[in-house]
C-alpha cells in the first residue's frame, strides 16, 4: 500500500506547476520594479505588492463571496447546456450528412458574430436577471461546440467501427463504446473553445448591465478609480476561469479510454 502511494506521488510532476509560480512571482517582481523606478506610471498600472494588500479589503467589502458563486453559477449553466445542447446537435449533423452540407459553414460563420453587441435584445427577451448572461453566453460558444463533435465524430478510424461490427454490436453499442470514446478527446477541445467564448460573453455582460458578479465588481471599482482593487477583481475573474478548466481536464481524463 504504502509502496503503490510512493510510486503514485512520484510520478506526479510538479515542475510545470513550480514554473508557472515562479514565472509569475518573477513577472509580478519585474513590474513592481519598473513602477518604482518611474518607467511604468503607478495611474496606469498600480503596484503589484499594493494589488497583493487589497485582498484582503476587497474580499472583506465587496461581498465577493455572493459574486463568485453568482458568477461561477452563470458559467455553469452555460457550460451544462453548451455540453448538452452542443453534443447533442453535434452528433445529429453528424448522423445527417445533408444537413450537415447545409448549416456547418452557417454555423461557422455564426462563431464569429460578435454576440454581446445584441445583448439589449436579450435583456428584451429575458429582462435584466442572471438568465440573459447565461443565455448569451451559451449561445456565443454554441457553435464551436457543434464543430468539434462533428469533427470528433468523422474522424474515428474506420478499423475500429469494423472491429465493433464483426463483434455484432447494435448501432447504439457501437455508438457509446467505440465512436464516442474515440470522439472524446477532440470534444473536449470543442469544450474549453466553447467555454472560452461563454466566459468572455458572461464576463462581459455583467460589466456591460452592471448586473451582479465580478463583472459588475469590475466596472464599480474602475469607476472609483480603484486600481489595486479592479485587478484583484480581474484577478478573481481568472481564478473562475482556472477552476473551470482544472474540472474540464478532471473530466476528460475520466472518460478518456484508458484514462
Known amino acids: 500500500m504504502r509502496g503503490g502511494m510512493t510510486t503514485s506521488f512520484r510520478r506526479r510532476d510538479y515542475r510545470p506547476a513550480a514554473l508557472a509560480w515562479a514565472s509569475l512571482i518573477l513577472v ?20 503589484p505588492s499594493s494589488i497583493v494588500a487589497a485582498i484582503p479589503r476587497v ?34 449533423l453528424y448522423r445527417s450528412r445533408l444537413v450537415r452540407a447545409a448549416t456547418e459553414n452557417w454555423i461557422a460563420a ?3 458574430a460578435p454576440l454581446i453587441l445584441a445583448y439589449p435584445l436579450f435583456l428584451v427577451i429575458f429582462g435584466r436577471n442572471a438568465l440573459t448572461i447565461v443565455m448569451l ?42 465512436h464516442f470514446p474515440a470522439a472524446v478527446p477532440t470534444i473536449f477541445t470543442g469544450i474549453r473553445l466553447s467555454l472560452i467564448f461563454a466566459l468572455i460573453n458572461i464576463f462581459g455582460l455583467e460589466f456591460l448591465i452592471n448586473f451582479g458578479g465580478l463583472g459588475q465588481l469590475i466596472n464599480e471599482l474602475a469607476e472609483r478609480y480603484d ?18 478548466f482544472i474540472v474540464i481536464e478532471r473530466l476528460e481524463r475520466w472518460l478518456r479510454p484508458g484514462g
Not at 29 to 36: M, N, P, Q, S, T
Not at 229 to 244: E, K, M, Q
Open 59 to 92: 474580499v472583506a467589502e465587496e461581498s465577493i463571496g455572493r459574486r463568485l458563486l453568482l458568477t461561477g453559477g452563470e458559467a455553469l449553466g452555460a457550460s451544462v447546456l453548451l455540453i448538452v445542447v452542443g453534443t447533442g446537435l453535434g452528433i445529429l
Open 28 to 47: 509580478f517582481c519585474l513590474v513592481e520594479a519598473l513602477i518604482r523606478t518611474g518607467v511604468l506610471s503607478v495611474y496606469v498600472v498600480p503596484l
Open 137 to 178: 453566453g451559451f449561445l456565443a460558444g454554441l457553435a464551436p461546440m457543434i464543430l468539434k463533435t462533428v469533427e470528433g465524430l468523422s474522424i474515428v478510424r474506420r478499423s475500429l467501427l469494423n472491429v465493433g461490427r464483426s463483434f455484432n454490436l447494435s448501432e447504439w453499442d457501437l455508438f457509446w463504446k467505440i
Open 110 to 112: 455564426f462563431a464569429a
Open 227 to 244: 486600481l489595486p482593487g479592479t485587478y484583484v477583481a480581474i484577478g478573481f475573474v481568472i481564478l473562475v476561469s482556472v477552476c473551470f
